[in-house]
């Protein structure tokens, strides 16, 4: 999350999307302390690096800050490589998962989890404090509301179109022009192996609004994406 008041922007790091990228470059623009994550938050530090727009708008209504006079921006990315990111991450990291390989217990597979989770509320799951987890599997409508179920972005930045979308953002910031860097990137993934014709089903009823600002394909009629 950024948040720049001599400039009047305020972007807001969607967990799985390439926010890093987009973070480290307007990261010399901060105007406001970001607490290192959602445990660490104080009263006088309330924000966090993934907090959703909901959040920052009740604490702009706290402070008494105009949330109207602000830019807000957000990446997007196609839900289809979002949630394989999103589970191969938390294959990675989640300690009671990494136990039960230990012990010679299988982790959920991702048809079972992407079942389980939800576009919204619990979104991919986890703890309280892994607000990367949750709002990772959270639709682009439901992260885009403020605290009062309204619209709160005024720019969507696509991933996989990064670059041609950033132009016009960068250029009203001063930022010049360029190429952004790409900061944690991995390899690409043929999404076909991971989706059944039942689960694209499910994604693009849980996702339209994702896809109809997208324009993503189903994986079967996809390219190899990164994630």
């Given at each position: 999350?950024?948040?720049?008041?001599?400039?009047?922007?305020?972007?807001?790091?969607?967990?799985?999307?390439?926010s890093?990228?987009?973070?480290?470059?307007?990261?010399?623009?901060?105007?406001?302390?970001?607490?290192?994550?959602?445990?660490?938050?104080?009263?006088?530090?309330?924000?966090y690096?993934?907090?959703?727009?909901?959040?920052?708008?009740?604490?702009?209504?706290?402070?008494?800050?105009?949330?109207?006079?602000?830019e807000?921006?957000?990446?997007?990315?196609?839900?289809?490589?979002?949630?394989v990111?999103?589970?191969?991450?938390?294959?990675?990291?989640?300690?009671?998962?990494?136990?039960?390989?230990?012990?010679?217990?299988?982790?959920?597979?991702?048809?079972?989890?992407?079942?389980?989770?939800?576009?919204d509320?619990r979104g991919?799951?986890?703890?309280?404090?892994q607000?990367?987890r949750?709002?990772?599997?959270?639709?682009?409508?439901t992260w885009?509301?403020?605290?009062?179920?309204?619209?709160?972005i005024?720019?969507?930045?696509?991933?996989?179109?990064i670059?041609?979308?950033?132009?016009?953002?960068?250029?009203?910031?001063?930022?010049?022009?360029?190429?952004?860097?790409?900061?944690?990137s991995?390899?690409?993934?043929?999404?076909?192996?991971?989706?059944?014709?039942?689960?694209s089903?499910?994604?693009?009823?849980?996702?339209?609004w994702?896809?109809?600002?997208?324009?993503?394909?189903?994986?079967?009629?996809?390219?190899?994406?990164?994630?």
């Open positions: 999350m950024i948040i720049c008041h001599s400039r009047k922007f305020i972007f807001f790091s969607n967990p799985k999307t390439g890093e990228t987009l973070r480290a470059c307007l990261a010399p623009l901060a105007e406001v302390d970001i607490a290192p994550n959602w445990r660490s938050r104080t009263a006088a530090t309330p924000f690096p993934h907090m959703s727009p909901a959040e920052a708008h009740a604490e702009f209504r706290r402070r008494g800050w105009d949330w109207n006079e602000y807000r921006i957000t990446c997007l990315r196609d839900p289809y490589a979002r949630l990111s999103l589970y191969r991450m938390i294959v990675a990291v989640d300690g009671i998962w990494r136990r039960a390989r230990r012990l010679g217990l299988p982790n959920p597979s991702f048809a079972r989890w992407l079942r389980w989770s939800r576009p509320g991919g799951g986890g703890r309280a404090y607000r990367w949750r709002y990772g599997a959270w639709s682009g409508r885009c509301r403020d605290s009062n179920g309204r619209m709160a005024d720019t969507l930045l696509r991933l996989e179109n670059d041609a979308d950033f132009q016009p953002l960068a250029r009203r910031l001063g930022l010049g022009s360029g190429p952004l860097p790409v900061v944690n991995r390899p690409p993934v043929n999404l076909s192996g991971w989706y059944t014709p039942a689960l089903r499910l994604v693009a009823s849980r996702y339209a994702d896809l109809a600002h997208y324009g993503a394909t189903e994986p079967c009629a996809s390219s190899s994406r990164g994630l």
